[in-house]
């Protein structure tokens, strides 16, 4: 007897496919490879709500004219360590890449350094880009904050303000990255609609139904008026939660000067990037000594329960290269989602590895 | 019948009360009177275990020499927008004040700039600082770390690595700021002495028995071997907490150079200082507009329970007026701990106002 695997794909087959699609609807120059290597490396990762799943929705608002397909940000300001783009609501994977480059390359020339879009489209996972600046030795810092949305409600509140507002932090060391990736939230938008279509509850008191009440269940986003999600530290402590939010919304929106003031009403991007060289500070080896030192003592660190003591990003860095090696298992669904895009752009899907 | 009133100082009595200590201690220059300031800034902003209450263990640092009273930090690296002081043990309050002025002024040059201060001695409340920033106009993040203690587990962890590692923001609005006070941990190590040396118990389950165990006991962090705080998100999700511990400490004794991987054995500080000028972004008036914006969308967000929603600072600062206003309530045994050093010194204890 054989139990059924899900089948398997090549990472370069799912990249050179998705590529495929977002040139097939508009996308200029290196834009379609980005998007669909950024929504690849959230798969990879284990980001499996912020990977390709988007694509079929991303093709939708570039059909809608609601993503633009062409052409580059507009440059707001730049003061050499400090860089505003406009987006103009260009594809927010390719944009966030592009501004963790910049940050990259201006903060080996100053030390550190800040690029902010505003008006971006959605910018997928925040962890996907976090290794374009480990790679080189940097520290970087990622949020994003959504001004058309609001899901999360200040502590104590029940009306909405807030969208989860990630916040991702890569730390090089001298082996493995660091790729922390967390949220103003407990939980996000993503994962709300995922277990409400399986039919799942979340596993604790993660949100507040309408009334105010604290609720497991994520069906409570979705009554009119919506309930909320809860900031982080829920019911007990969420004035943390809250205080990262209100700093991830000043940072995106804030320093971007665009955001809910504005009240936009379409789907898009605020985006804050900080880089910082090791080298500018106290020195690349000692930063690197004492960020090695961390993940050790983590994960030497006696367990509470179970589980061995894993640091941010060791189990999607295995993650994803089990999936480079052995191929790409994505979750159940998304593939069948983008056929009908594929067909309709002629587009053949990528057979899987046998 | 009267109720009996706990007595009330004036503000600047207490400044220069604490200020004539640290002088008398060897302090130089303006740093007996920066410490004074910052600790009574503290207590102003009601968050009195990182206030006065500090300074006869701070003397006592002085008086040991585990505290240098004289001089100025050793520059280790300036690159303009970033810059790396190695404190030489001087007193963190004054070096926090100080490190977050110049990252002001270079933020006003460069459009962001980083101070990290390594070998600094404890910085106190690192709200205390946000309002030097604040009111210039700009956002100030400020962290910090301590690498000589280790009270918090990694999340699934019990064996402790980290401090609480706080993180404060302050965020400029077109009124007061938002003034955000936040930590890795979900409480700290202040406000456990202080539970426990008064018989009482955390709100929840904020820390873990040396066993692993979640526990509201204080008593459970004197234990031999120690029990650990929780970081925020709890058991329930506190992954999100261990995130941010990693961050301020990478961004502390990371880019510091210095850190646990010298196991150093004194009280001290890492402090990490960043500093966004919004004009060089988006724009300062567009800033203002959206976190204006915020402060008011928080506030109008209807309650989930009795109480209406806050904004962060917002009970700081309305504290701290009417303290300026009406005089200072200390929290109890703050001053009696402060007679014996000041008879030794021969400084005056301030008369309460009548």
């Given at each position: 007897m054989t139990?059924?695997?899900?089948?398997r794909?090549?990472?370069a087959?799912?990249t050179d496919?998705a590529?495929?699609?977002?040139?097939?609807?508009?996308?200029d120059?290196?834009?379609?490879?980005?998007v669909a290597?950024?929504?690849l490396?959230?798969?990879?990762?284990?980001?499996?709500?912020h990977?390709?799943?988007?694509?079929p929705?991303?093709i939708?608002?570039?059909?809608?004219?609601?993503?633009?397909?062409r052409?580059?940000?507009?440059?707001?300001?730049?003061?050499?360590a400090?860089v505003?783009?406009d987006?103009?609501?260009?594809p927010?994977?390719?944009?966030a890449?592009r501004a963790?480059?910049?940050?990259c390359?201006?903060?080996?020339?100053f030390?550190?350094?800040?690029?902010?879009?505003?008006n971006?489209h959605?910018?997928g996972?925040?962890?996907?880009f976090?290794?374009?600046?480990?790679?080189?030795?940097?520290?970087?810092?990622?949020?994003?904050?959504?001004?058309?949305?609001a899901t999360?409600?200040?502590?104590?509140g029940r009306t909405p303000v807030?969208?989860?507002?990630?916040?991702a932090v890569?730390?090089?060391?001298?082996?493995?990255?660091?790729?922390?990736?967390?949220?103003?939230?407990?939980?996000?938008?993503g994962m709300a609609?995922?277990l409400?279509r399986?039919?799942?509850?979340?596993?604790?008191?993660?949100?507040?139904?309408?009334d105010?009440?604290?609720?497991?269940?994520?069906?409570?986003?979705f009554?009119?008026?919506?309930?909320?999600l809860?900031p982080?530290?829920g019911?007990?402590h969420g004035?943390?939660?809250y205080?990262v939010?209100?700093?991830?919304?000043?940072?995106?929106?804030g320093?971007?000067g665009?955001?809910r003031?504005?009240?936009?009403t379409?789907?898009?991007?605020s985006?804050?990037v900080?880089?910082?060289?090791?080298?500018a500070?106290?020195?690349?080896?000692?930063?690197?000594r004492?960020t090695s030192?961390l993940?050790?003592?983590c994960?030497?660190?006696?367990?509470?329960?179970?589980?061995p003591?894993r640091v941010?990003?060791?189990?999607g860095?295995?993650?994803k290269?089990?999936?480079l090696?052995?191929?790409?298992e994505?979750y159940?669904g998304i593939?069948?989602?983008?056929?009908?895009v594929?067909?309709r752009?002629?587009v053949?899907?990528?057979?899987?590895?046998?």
């Amino acid at each position: 007897m054989t139990t059924a695997r899900a089948p398997r794909f090549r990472a370069a087959d799912l990249t050179d496919f998705a590529a495929a699609l977002f040139a097939a609807a508009g996308c200029d120059g290196d834009k379609p490879n980005a998007v669909a290597v950024g929504l690849l490396e959230a798969d990879l990762l284990g980001h499996t709500t912020h990977g390709l799943q988007l694509a079929p929705t991303y093709i939708g608002e570039l059909e809608s004219g609601a993503m633009t397909p062409r052409g580059e940000p507009d440059v707001v300001a730049d003061r050499g360590a400090a860089v505003t783009w406009d987006g103009r609501r260009l594809p927010g994977v390719w944009l966030a890449a592009r501004a963790v480059d910049l940050a990259c390359d201006r903060a080996l020339k100053f030390g550190t350094a800040t690029v902010v879009v505003r008006n971006s489209h959605h910018i997928g996972c925040l962890a996907a880009f976090l290794q374009r600046a480990t790679d080189r030795g940097l520290m970087v810092t990622i949020a994003s904050s959504d001004p058309a949305v609001a899901t999360v409600a200040p502590f104590g509140g029940r009306t909405p303000v807030f969208t989860p507002d990630p916040l991702a932090v890569g730390i090089p060391t001298s082996g493995d990255p660091i790729l922390i990736d967390i949220s103003a939230s407990i939980t996000t938008n993503g994962m709300a609609a995922r277990l409400r279509r399986e039919g799942k509850r979340f596993p604790g008191m993660w949100a507040r139904a309408a009334d105010g009440a604290p609720t497991d269940d994520p069906n409570a986003l979705f009554t009119t008026p919506p309930g909320t999600l809860l900031p982080v530290g829920g019911v007990d402590h969420g004035h943390k939660g809250y205080g990262v939010a209100l700093i991830v919304e000043a940072l995106t929106q804030g320093l971007g000067g665009f955001g809910r003031a504005e009240k936009p009403t379409r789907w898009g991007g605020s985006v804050f990037v900080q880089v910082h060289d090791p080298a500018a500070f106290g020195g690349a080896e000692a930063f690197a000594r004492e960020t090695s030192w961390l993940a050790v003592a983590c994960r030497a660190s006696a367990p509470a329960g179970a589980e061995p003591v894993r640091v941010p990003g060791e189990r999607g860095l295995a993650r994803k290269r089990a999936a480079l090696a052995n191929g790409v298992e994505l979750y159940a669904g998304i593939l069948d989602a983008l056929a009908p895009v594929a067909a309709r752009y002629g587009v053949p899907v990528p057979a899987p590895l046998t």
